[in-house]
């Protein structure tokens, strides 16, 4: 029988795991109990934002598994570190939520994809930029109905470059699987959630351009694109193009979405947080102002990732499946791959030769 509080434990307590835990603490019933992290100086700040004592701190998180002390845990640690914890997260049975990407390679992702079939724990797959409140408005406005048949749906992300992380792992393709997995399998994710389709084929230009080039670590420079444009083709038609640029720091909105079909088009810009409806009759385009006052901790994604919680902790209460599928991470790593295929090799390269089968 569950705790009256649901216990969570968190794995990996850098910037990202720092916010889960800030996200956990605003959720009535809810409680970090434990946590895990190898690096002793995210661990001290860990242990302080959980307000836990040194018996629930551990410096690896087979410790924290076997530790009793949880009933679900979120993973946070570094990219590459993901498919091997995600081995023992499974094996324990323990609800989890994991951040994005699932893993590194797309045999990785399939793997965990398929060791979680017919799981009795709640196992979700971290994609909180479906719950960013604009984003989410322009998702329930297309399926309403309201542009009609979705034909092109067009992703911008114009940002500030990556953040440093402990020990700088973020710096290399090996870690992250390469900028379009690490960061952009969110847009695929919400390209394919948006198009309700199958990706068939995916053609890709990018580059590293200006960012990191004068890094020097052991000698190596850094290796991760700064920009890109992609285009994912679907099984019915619909085309989806992203729009990267690591260097644009002076953006008004970080990211821009739009939804074009054959009756109107709708936009979501973050984080103004609104979005803007345009009819193809010549009327007033319309500016809706759009807020979800179940936010309790905004954090560093407008939001997002408490509501992601929010979403998490009901299923794991009620034990029903999850909205944000382990699946729904394959697929978004496997599109980031495809698409740096596509740049390495310089062609389209279809999803097939990427899932296999």
């Known amino acids: 029988?569950?705790?009256?509080?649901?216990?969570?434990?968190?794995?990996?307590?850098?910037?990202?795991?720092?916010?889960?835990?800030?996200n956990i603490n605003a959720i009535n019933g809810a409680a970090v109990t434990a946590i895990s992290d190898p690096d002793a100086g995210s661990r001290a700040?860990?242990?302080?934002?959980?307000?836990?004592?040194?018996?629930?701190?551990?410096?690896?998180?087979?410790?924290?598994?076997?530790?009793?002390?949880?009933?679900?845990?979120?993973?946070?640690?570094p990219n590459f570190t993901h498919a091997e914890i995600l081995d023992d997260v499974i094996a324990s049975?323990?609800?989890?939520?994991?951040?994005?990407?699932?893993?590194?390679?797309?045999?990785?992702?399939?793997?965990?994809?398929?060791?979680?079939?017919?799981?009795?724990?709640?196992?979700?797959?971290?994609?909180?930029?479906?719950?960013?409140?604009?984003?989410?408005?322009?998702?329930?406005?297309?399926?309403?109905?309201?542009?009609?048949?979705?034909k092109m749906i067009a992703i911008r992300e114009h940002r500030f470059p990556f953040l440093t992380k402990v020990g700088d792992w973020n710096r290399f393709t090996e870690n992250t699987g390469g900028t379009l997995v690490e960061k952009c399998c969110h847009f695929f994710d919400l390209m394919t959630l948006i198009a309700d389709d199958e990706p068939v084929r995916v053609y890709a230009s990018g580059a590293q351009d200006v960012n990191h080039l004068d890094e020097s670590y052991d000698g190596r420079v850094p290796d991760v694109l700064d920009n890109a444009f992609v285009i994912v083709d679907y099984a019915g038609g619909t085309r989806a193009l992203l729009d990267l640029c690591l260097f644009a720091e002076g953006s008004r909105n970080e990211q821009e979405l739009a939804v074009m079909g054959d009756r109107a088009k709708v936009e979501a810009f973050v984080p103004e947080n609104f979005i803007r409806i345009s009819h193809r009759d010549g009327s007033p385009s319309e500016d809706i102002a759009v807020e979800d006052d179940r936010i309790a901790h905004e954090g560093l994604h407008e939001g997002s990732s408490y509501l992601e919680h929010l979403d998490f902790y009901e299923a794991v209460r009620a034990g029903t499946p999850p909205k944000v599928t382990l699946g729904d991470g394959l697929l978004s790593v496997a599109v980031g791959i495809a698409a740096h295929?596509?740049?390495?090799?310089?062609?389209?390269?279809?999803?097939?030769?990427?899932?296999?089968?």
């Open 1 to 22: 029988m569950m705790m009256d509080t649901l216990r969570y434990g968190v794995i990996g307590t850098g910037m990202m795991g720092v916010e889960h835990i800030e």
């Open 45 to 77: 700040t860990g242990q302080a934002v959980a307000g836990i004592g040194d018996e629930a701190t551990f410096g690896d998180h087979r410790s924290l598994l076997s530790s009793g002390l949880v009933d679900a845990v979120v993973l946070a640690s």
């Open 93 to 150: 049975g323990v609800h989890f939520l994991t951040e994005k990407p699932l893993a590194i390679t797309v045999a990785d992702a399939q793997r965990l994809t398929a060791a979680v079939e017919g799981s009795d724990a709640v196992c979700w797959m971290g994609l909180e930029y479906r719950y960013k409140p604009s984003i989410a408005k322009l998702i329930d406005e297309v399926r309403s109905g309201l542009v009609g048949e979705v």
């Open 341 to 357: 295929r596509s740049i390495e090799e310089g062609r389209p390269v279809m999803m097939s030769e990427v899932l296999g089968g």
